[in-house]
């Protein structure tokens, strides 16, 4: 019977920690996936939901720290959105320019 109790043990430890080990690199990848949502927004042209999909990665990156690059990556992106936004937003001001399209 001690013998079984034994066995058990290491292994309940080994299957313990292994879903520990799943659940925090998981938890890890919230910035990445944020980020793959935002290029899928900037890609088809919503660019404000992009800019609040990009800040919400960035938000998660900085909680991880880990991901320093992804950091830099993510604030270059909002800085161009910003950028293209300003620029677009002032054809919408100017009189007599209609969109095509």
Known sequence: ????????IPLLIVIISGRLYFVRKRKRNIPVVL???ALRNENDGHFKEA????????LE?????SQKYLETRITEKL???????NYENSFHSLPGITKFG
């Open 51 to 58: 800019v609040f999909s990009y800040e919400r990665a960035l």
């Open 35 to 37: 980020f793959v949502e």
């Open 79 to 85: 800085k161009i959105l910003h950028s293209t936004i």
């Open 61 to 65: 990156a900085k909680k991880n720290r």
């Open 1 to 8: 019977m001690s013998l079984y109790i034994l066995l058990i």
